[in-house]
């Protein structure tokens, strides 16, 4: 038996066959070319075509994963519209006179070598992207004949990497799964994999030959462990292990419909996070009794250029006629760190995460942030919306917010523009800084949102995007506990209502601590709706 250890991207417990990918292959070999017009115009073509194929993956895409997951197709036409890229790849045939095939691997592994040595985690993925974008046109070049994944039924299939493009191909009804020796969890990959509910693991660091193919394998969603040809007494106990997940969800069925109480009758609101209109089945799916956290800065980063005011109403009010009354928290921009946007011009920063992002941004470019908020004003008139400010670290940073949404308000108001009065309106707690003087900040708002991802990077000084210190990372450290509890009673103190909305929300180990606290509401991915209410079902605070 043989044992790897990777990173989970989607929980399961699966087991089957093992299948390795075979891409078709392409020639690279490099070759002298007399013509080098008629070379450069067959590269074009090649990348054309390419493009063609990429509109036509893309609107398949957003029937089967939704418009968030579906713009890396976007991006890769984009990326194949790129003139440094088009313009290395014309120079290598012109200058060195050789083919089309040599250029554009010449420059595949150019520009991916770029984005890996880079250091931002973002970036670093666009490498994977550029491999995928080369190959396609590479494929072109050779005869244009894509792969057959037909051929993989009923297995779990197994690869050096797989593009956001291959992965997409997968029929999710025969492929059991996938296990890649390289890859990340940030990556494109990854998140189609959880969006289309396939057990995977990513970045095992061994790479498997022909040797194991057939063979069984076991893969533990849960753990990020590959069991390749398993003796029977892990056998016995993966199967044991995936009776129990399957009763689980039988079991969490019981949940749906339900209100999320503990034993002794104290309410707490689940609801889930979404990134765009189209994640609202999702959360409906699952029973969420809301939206707790909207990131709205998807909308941006979706977008070749800043969106409208027309284009984000039409967004928010598309969301919250869906959720039909249920509370909709709409977090204002949170652009930077690690979400860049060409078209917003930033300059570069050693440390971005330190830098200028999120409410700064907003406060720095008023224009920009009164369009979003006139878009948010005019789409609270059709549903329950709250809006809530990000990365805050001062009273002043809160009174000048709020003095632009006042603004706003005023105008639609003159303009005879239909709003919520009443909107509420709140910050979310992502800083020391915040939380230490969060009794001055609650009396300036409605409610705070725990962001505890960001609030768990700056409490520990340890970037969240830096996996080489996971082995410091504590997202359970005393001190962030504390803050968190401070927090809460703060804000109750002036009579306002506390949620979380980070990843801690969704670890059940301190569910418990969290409602002994006093939280008020919990705001997870949809499918950890219900499996937290199961959690907060089973507490009693009496005892």
Do not use: C, K
């Given at each position: 038996m043989l044992v790897v250890k990777g990173k989970s991207v989607f929980s399961g417990i699966t087991m089957g066959p093992l299948a390795l990918f075979h891409r078709n292959t392409v020639s690279t070999a490099r070759r002298r070319i007399k013509d080098t017009d008629a070379e450069v115009e067959r590269f074009q073509e090649a990348r054309l075509a390419s493009i063609e194929q990429l509109k036509d993956m893309y609107e398949k895409a957003v029937q089967k994963v939704g418009e968030e997951e579906a713009a890396v197709f976007e991006v890769h036409q984009m990326m194949l519209d790129d003139d440094d890229y088009i313009d290395n790849i014309v120079t290598l045939i012109s200058q060195k006179k050789i083919n089309a095939e040599a250029a554009v691997?010449?420059?595949?592994?150019?520009?991916?070598?770029?984005?890996?040595?880079m250091d931002d985690a973002y970036m670093k993925e666009r490498a994977a992207d550029v491999l995928d974008i080369s190959r396609r046109i590479q494929v072109q070049l050779c005869g244009g004949e894509a792969n057959d994944f037909s051929a993989y039924d009923g297995v779990f299939l197994a690869a050096d990497d797989l593009a956001p493009s291959e992965t997409l191909q997968l029929d999710t009804d025969k492929i059991l799964g996938f296990v890649t020796s390289g890859g990340s969890t940030n990556s494109h990959t990854a998140i189609l994999a959880r969006t289309l509910g396939i057990t995977a693991v990513v970045n095992t660091g061994t790479q498997l030959h022909t040797d194991v193919e057939g063979k069984t394998v076991i893969v533990d969603g849960f753990t990020g462990t590959v069991y390749l040809d398993p003796d029977s007494a892990t056998l016995d106990k993966m199967k044991k292990k995936q009776a129990e997940a399957e009763e689980r969800k039988i079991r969490l069925e019981a949940y749906r419909g339900k209100e999320s109480v503990t034993v002794d009758g104290y309410k707490v609101n689940v609801f889930a996070n979404i990134g765009n209109p189209d994640n609202v089945p999702q959360a409906l799916a699952n029973d969420a009794e809301g939206i707790g956290l909207f990131r709205s800065e998807f909308l941006y980063l979706e977008n070749a250029t800043y969106p409208t005011e027309e284009q984000q109403f039409e967004a928010y009010k598309k969301t919250v006629e869906m959720m039909e009354g249920k509370t909709v928290v709409i977090r204002t921009l949170d652009i930077g760190a690690d979400k860049k946007v060409d078209y917003f011009d930033l300059k570069a920063e050693e440390n971005p995460a330190m830098g200028m992002r999120a409410i700064r941004i907003c406060l720095t470019r008023p224009t920009l942030f009164k369009t979003q908020l006139r878009a948010l004003c005019r789409a609270s008139a059709y549903g329950k919306i709250a809006i809530m400010f990000p990365m805050i670290i001062s009273v002043d940073e809160v009174r000048r917010s709020r003095e632009l949404l006042k603004q706003v308000q005023n105008e639609l108001r003159h303009e005879g523009?239909?709003?919520?009065?009443?909107?509420?309106?709140?910050?979310?707690?992502?800083?020391?800084?915040?939380?230490?003087i969060s009794d001055e900040l609650a009396k300036e708002v409605d409610f705070f949102s725990i962001g505890s991802n960001d609030l768990t990077q700056y409490t520990l000084a340890i970037d969240r995007q830096q996996t080489d210190l996971d082995n410091f990372f504590n997202p359970h450290h005393p001190a962030l506990l504390k803050l968190i509890e401070m927090t809460v009673k703060n804000g109750h103190k002036e009579g306002i209502w506390v949620g979380i909305c980070g990843e801690l929300g969704a670890d059940l180990s301190l569910t418990e601590d969290f409602l002994r606290m006093g939280v008020d509401e919990l705001s997870v991915s949809p499918p950890a709706v219900l499996p937290l209410r199961e959690k907060i079902g089973s507490i009693d605070l009496s005892k």
């Open positions: 691997e010449e420059t595949a592994q150019q520009f991916s070598e770029m984005f890996r040595s523009i239909a709003f919520d009065e009443s909107m509420e309106v709140g910050i979310m707690i992502e800083t020391p800084a915040a939380a230490l």
